[in-house]
């Protein structure tokens, strides 16, 4: 067997270090964060932090979760999260149901195809979509962080391919027994496809959880700024004029740890929700995506 | 026959969504061919015909904007498909289950990390003032580099960022190829006495190939968009000569600096491009590979 030479064997040994070093390097920095959130202030200024926290206090956090406008985003992303996630997993299902039939069992499924379709090929752009917000009067509501995305046209089309792969057996029975669409979709199909729904609502999730830039444009408030879009402007932009600095809150903690603090719990829902992700997806898009 | 009524009830909201979300910004294009002023709203606001983008060709930017967004996804793509389907090559030869899965669950993390956290993470370890990584170049006896300050280093970066965030990600596609492939091929390949490199050269690699030409072409569709995520969360006003790309342009003279026709036909302009190049792609996928997404 060809394992067994000489030349493989020294092939394996390189491969499995390469491959050790590629992996800790996708979770090295996240680590590396996770110390200097956790480190006192001299040591974390002075970069002597590697990835084990020096001096280790939770001051960061005590500071953290005592600015209130922290605690206002986490609970507005909290709440935008949730709710976006329900509404797109019903609008995408009751979406794919019609758009799995037979274009002859169902005659304009493929014009309502085509007008889905080219909202992916083409959009208004930025600018338009802005102003049509601002004339709906959705600026600084949470709506306008919700609405916009509610139809994910590429979440349909994988729950479409989903229900398509079912058998068609079931939904006859369904039929005869005087079951509507309505009730077919919601007691056969949508029992059948909670792989792909738990799939496609954790998508939804840290899709939701990580959005920052609508939040930035369409809230002036800082108030209604989800956790994302908060991070976004204390931390990537450092600005910190929106927010109200406790002028003691830098006297015996460094920026540094703080914002690693900030990055470490924007994080921190995605790693939690990963395990449960990780098991589901690698199944959930292959159906969507490789069909051979 | 069922009733199909229900069925058209059921499409009701998404019509409406799609409609108010993606029909009516459609409308909105017509600020290209205006010099909007929001006090005066779309019908009041004077039309200017083609100027915005005769404006567009001759503002001294917009050259140097378009070339970066070209060659950043450029890059982007080329290293986006060649990382994973060498990682998922070289994967595919560990047979340690455990490291398999462990190694797996690490490469996939940074894709479900935003650019927000992932770029708070970036400018405290590539800071040129004892960030890790300058530690790292320092220690090992080079100078400190400043990554994000310097416009060939951000564009490195941004590329570099790019694949180390995506590349694990990337691997499915290509791993789900992988176990689509017969055992006996190898085996027949190991009989015949071909060693491991000869049976990869010569059954995995053209085993991947279907699923290589398709990314390709798909990511024809995708040359203009360089990310805007990632550039916006990263950039900053020194390396906006090599940085700057469409998306970041249109956002800072039609938000920030309110010029929003401008700015529009910047976007239409892209749109339009990326539209076509979109179509052919999916045509070229259909033709090469025979895949169709719907």
Not at chain 1, 116 to 135: N, R
Not at chain 1, 172 to 187: F, M, Q, R, V
Not at chain 1, 188 to 213: C, E, K
Not at chain 2, 243 to 272: C, E, H, P, Q, W
């Amino acid at each position: 067997m060809y394992y067994k030479t000489k030349g493989y064997r020294l092939f394996s040994i390189f491969n499995y270090i390469f491959l050790g070093v590629l992996s800790l390097l996708c979770i090295l920095p996240i680590i590396h964060i996770l110390a200097v959130s956790f480190s006192s202030m001299a040591p974390a200024s002075s970069n002597l932090v590697s990835f084990w926290p020096i001096g280790f206090t939770t001051d960061a956090y005590v500071k953290t979760f005592g600015n209130s406008n922290f605690i206002n985003s986490l609970l507005v992303s909290v709440k935008r999260t949730v709710i976006a996630t329900i509404i797109g997993m019903v609008i995408m299902l009751l979406t794919a149901f019609p758009l799995s039939k037979e274009d002859i069992s169902f005659k304009g499924r493929s014009i309502y195809t085509w007008f889905f379709v080219f909202t992916i090929l083409f959009s208004g752009g930025l600018i338009p979509s802005y102003i049509l917000i601002q004339k709906l009067g959705l600026m600084d509501t949470i709506w306008a962080l919700i609405l916009p995305g509610a139809l994910s046209v590429w979440n349909v089309i994988l729950m479409m391919n989903f229900f398509r792969g079912l058998p068609k057996e079931l939904e006859e029975a369904a039929y005869l027994d005087g079951a509507g669409h309505i009730k077919t979709l919601a007691l056969v199909y949508v029992p059948l496809s909670m792989p792909a729904i738990a799939t496609l609502s954790l998508f939804t999730m840290v899709g939701q959880w990580n959005s920052w830039f609508d939040g930035m444009i369409y809230m002036s408030d800082v108030k209604n700024y989800p956790l994302a879009s908060l991070l976004q402007t204390i931390i990537v932009q450092q600005d910190l004029s929106k927010i109200n600095v406790d002028p003691s809150m830098l006297e015996n903690v460094s920026q540094r740890t703080v914002r690693a603090a900030q990055i470490f719990i924007g994080a921190l829902p995605i790693l939690l929700v990963y395990p449960f992700l990780q098991r589901f997806f690698v199944k959930g898009i292959v159906i969507g995506a490789v069909k051979e | 026959m069922q009733r199909n009524w229900s069925l058209h009830l059921m499409l009701v909201p998404a019509v409406l969504l799609a409609i108010i979300f993606q029909y009516i910004p459609m409308g909105g294009i017509v600020i290209a061919f205006q010099d909007f002023k929001p006090y005066l709203g779309f019908t009041e606001s004077k039309w200017v015909g083609w100027d915005n983008f005769k404006y567009l060709f001759l503002y001294p930017d917009v050259g140097q904007v378009i070339w970066n967004t070209l060659v950043i996804a450029f890059f982007k793509i080329i290293a986006g498909l060649i990382a994973p389907f060498l990682f998922a090559v070289l994967l595919n030869e560990v047979r340690l289950v455990a490291f398999k899965r462990v190694s797996q669950t690490l490469v996939y993390l940074p894709h479900f990390l935003s650019w927000v956290i992932l770029g708070g993470i970036l400018l405290d370890i590539l800071s040129p003032q004892g960030g890790m990584v300058n530690q790292l170049i320092v220690a090992l006896g080079g100078q400190p580099i400043f990554f994000l300050g310097d416009g060939t280093w951000f564009r490195i970066t941004l590329i570099l960022s790019d694949v180390w965030k995506e590349f694990g990600f990337g691997t499915i596609v290509f791993l789900a190829s992988l176990s689509g492939i017969n055992p006996a091929l190898y085996e027949a390949a190991e009989v015949d006495g071909a060693n491991r490199f000869k049976q990869t050269l010569h059954i995995t690699f053209p085993a991947l190939m279907p699923i290589t030409i398709v990314l390709m072409t798909l990511s024809i569709g995708n040359i203009l968009n360089a990310g805007f995520d990632q550039v916006f969360n990263l950039y900053n006003p020194l390396v906006y000569d090599k940085g700057d790309i469409i998306d970041t342009f249109v956002y800072r003279l039609g938000i920030l600096n309110g010029k929003m026709s401008f700015a529009t036909a910047v976007g239409l302009f892209k749109s339009v491009v990326a539209t076509i190049l979109i179509v052919i792609s999916y045509r070229l996928a259909y033709k090469l590979a025979n895949y169709r997404v719907f």
